[in-house]
């Protein structure tokens, strides 16, 4: 089962042709840099539509979320913001609490996160927190149940981050245990891969 949703990790980013960190282990493009399909050599053909779609779904599939989901965070971040909402979609999709315990180095993934999150493993501000969609705010401190600081999730997480921390956050050793605080809004140089908030601002345009 483990190796299945590998696989299908790896071919939603080969389909997209980007490297979606969250998604966990590194090397989806290494050995075949090319959409799925008959040795890789299936025609796409590139619509507007579908250049928007895909951009949309990089942001999707890498914080991890259904649709539905992903809906209402683009509806709660264009309240007030009549175009330059997508700075504010990523505001939120940074500060979810699973995001920040993978960008932490809590995890590996952002689906490893959620698990230690829905588990009652992550406490906010000293107490426990098992929703992974809650926003954290500036100054929250993150840490792990003591017993959590020896879960294979953590362990991995520590042992091989997936990205390094970023500069609006930071670690703290307390007592043997880290800590870790957002410092800083982060902002949409926080998306770590490439990506054209344009198409995804046209995407929505035409959705209401």
């Given amino acids: 089962m483990q190796r299945k949703g590998k696989v299908a990790r790896f071919k939603r980013q080969r389909r997209l042709l980007t490297e979606l960190p969250g998604m966990g282990k590194a090397g989806a493009l290494e050995k075949r840099p090319y959409p799925p399909g008959q040795h890789g050599l299936r025609r796409r053909k590139y619509s507007e539509f579908a250049l928007q779609l895909e951009e949309k779904q990089k942001l999707r599939f890498h914080y991890g979320l259904r649709e539905e989901q992903f809906s209402r965070m683009i509806k709660k971040a264009k309240r007030g913001q009549a175009t330059n909402w997508v700075d504010s979609l990523v505001n939120l999709l940074e500060k979810r609490l699973d995001n920040v315990v993978f960008r932490l180095g809590f995890a590996t993934s952002i689906p490893a996160a959620k698990q230690l999150v829905s588990?009652?493993?992550?406490?906010?501000?000293?107490?426990?927190?098992?929703?992974?969609?809650?926003?954290?705010?500036?100054?929250?401190?993150?840490?792990?149940?003591?017993?959590?600081?020896?879960?294979?999730?953590?362990?991995?997480?520590?042992?091989?981050?997936?990205?390094?921390?970023?500069?609006?956050?930071?670690?703290?050793?307390?007592?043997?245990?880290?800590?870790?605080?957002l410092t800083d809004e982060p902002n949409i140089e926080a998306v770590p891969f490439a990506f054209e908030p344009g198409l995804i601002i046209s995407y929505y345009s035409l959705r209401g």
């Fill in 119 to 181: 588990h009652g493993k992550v406490l906010v501000n000293g107490k426990k927190v098992n929703i992974a969609s809650q926003i954290i705010k500036v100054g929250d401190k993150v840490t792990l149940r003591s017993a959590a600081y020896e879960n294979q999730v953590y362990l991995q997480g520590k042992q091989s981050p997936r990205l390094p921390l970023p500069s609006f956050m930071v670690k703290e050793d307390i007592g043997g245990a880290e800590q870790g605080r």
